[in-house]
């Protein structure tokens, strides 16, 4: 069993912490001070080609594997979270299904200019009332001639006040049950489509996040993504994509809360010594780089199953609940090596320890991460 990078893997991973060096680390405060999306990033994100890295060349794409792409989510979330978001929520979510269900002529009108960063992909699934519970959305699509009527309200919608293309699901057929619900691409100029309340968030707060209103949203029926009736499956689909790409940026997050306390602990002298001498502080580094090291490897396996076409949704549930568990712990441990300075806004690890919250939320909550290994194992 070989655990080391490729060349090509080793490169990507360089390239991408030299890019956030460089572009994203001198700006992280200040966005997520003011929620300002970071558009010009967001942007030569695109220009280099990291925006539609594990998709296919023919379609403005790089054709790297999967791993590749976990590798850079997690270098970039290293320095912004909210950034390294964007860019999972983007790849993963609103390119994954176009990729995976759409058609040719979807993918040259679509996908390509979302691989090559002109246009900004989002995800809209959740709604007010259908959260963990897809099945009890409301929002509705009708067949009228040649196009299909949307009427429904999404939330939580990441990427959504600033998208340019929105994967989204509605029933085609409530009586249908399950396989009632159909996918839909809608570009952000469809009629009737207009953004709703943009939500401000403990973290990740540079990341948009807003309501998506569709009324009496017509899009042409050449829209429909994959057949109707496959909503259901396309969206779990997509999820087990997205988890292997919080888990990164969970782990991300928690290098550099482990690189930040390693830092500190070394600086600040109590009682005549660094309180790296400390015992307890020791104890807590070491316990941070064990738990980020099996993180790491987790979501690594999960990204080579997919990348070998072998099933992959368990191991992405479980990289995700245990990056994301883990990361909340060690961020709250972060903070705490550095008392009372930690606490203050303007550190990075109070920053940290916000945005670690909500990978334990997102994309399947870690109670919902555990049914689906539950599930996996005992069927």
């Not at 409301?138 to 994967?167: I, R």
């Not at 995700?320 to 203050?344: D, L, N, P, R, W």
């Not at 920053?351 to 939320?361: G, N, S, V």
């Amino acid at each position: 069993m070989d655990f080391k990078l490729s060349e090509e893997q080793e490169l990507v991973r360089q390239n991408m912490r030299e890019f956030a060096m460089k572009y994203v680390d001198p700006i992280a405060a200040e966005i997520d001070e003011n929620s300002r999306f970071p558009a010009e990033v967001v942007a030569k994100l695109g220009e280099m080609g990291y925006m539609g890295m594990p998709y296919p060349v023919e379609f403005g794409g790089s054709g790297t594997d999967y791993v590749t792409y976990a590798l850079a989510v997690e270098e970039l979330s290293k320095s912004c979270a909210a950034t390294g978001f964007t860019m999972s929520v983007h790849t993963s979510l609103a390119l994954g299904p176009i990729n995976n269900f759409g058609n040719e002529e979807q993918k040259k009108k679509f996908l390509t200019p979302l691989c090559q960063g002109k246009h900004l992909g989002a995800f809209a699934l959740t709604e007010p009332g259908a959260g963990t519970d897809v099945g009890a959305a409301t929002t509705t699509a009708v067949l009228d001639g040649d196009e299909y009527v949307l009427n429904g309200t999404k939330t939580f919608t990441s990427n959504g006040p600033v998208a340019d293309t929105f994967v989204t699901f509605a029933w085609t057929d409530k009586s249908a049950g399950s396989k009632g619900m159909s996918a839909f691409i809608v570009p952000k100029d469809a009629p009737g489509l207009r953004v709703g309340e943009h939500f401000m968030k403990m973290g990740i707060r540079a990341s948009q996040t807003s309501e998506i209103i569709f009324k009496d949203c017509r899009i042409p029926k050449a829209n429909l993504l994959g057949e109707e009736g496959q909503g259901l499956k396309i969206a779990m689909n997509c999820f087990d994509h997205g988890r292997i790409g919080i888990a990164a940026q969970a782990v991300g997050i928690a290098q550099a809360a482990l690189e930040e306390s390693i830092r500190y602990a070394k600086e600040r002298v109590q009682f005549g010594k660094p309180i790296a001498k400390n015992q307890a502080v020791q104890w807590w580094i070491a316990d941070m780089a064990t738990d980020i090291t099996c993180a790491r490897f987790l979501y690594m396996q999960a990204a080579w199953l997919k990348d070998q076409g072998l099933p992959f949704t368990k191991e992405a549930s479980m990289a995700k609940v245990f990056a994301a568990e883990m990361c909340m712990k060690h961020t709250i441990k972060a903070v705490q090596i550095h008392g009372g300075y930690g606490y203050i806004k303007g550190q990075k690890v109070e920053r940290l320890m916000r945005d670690a919250k909500i990978t334990e939320i997102y994309e399947g909550t870690s109670e919902a991460q555990r049914m689906v290994i539950a599930n996996n194992l005992l069927r």
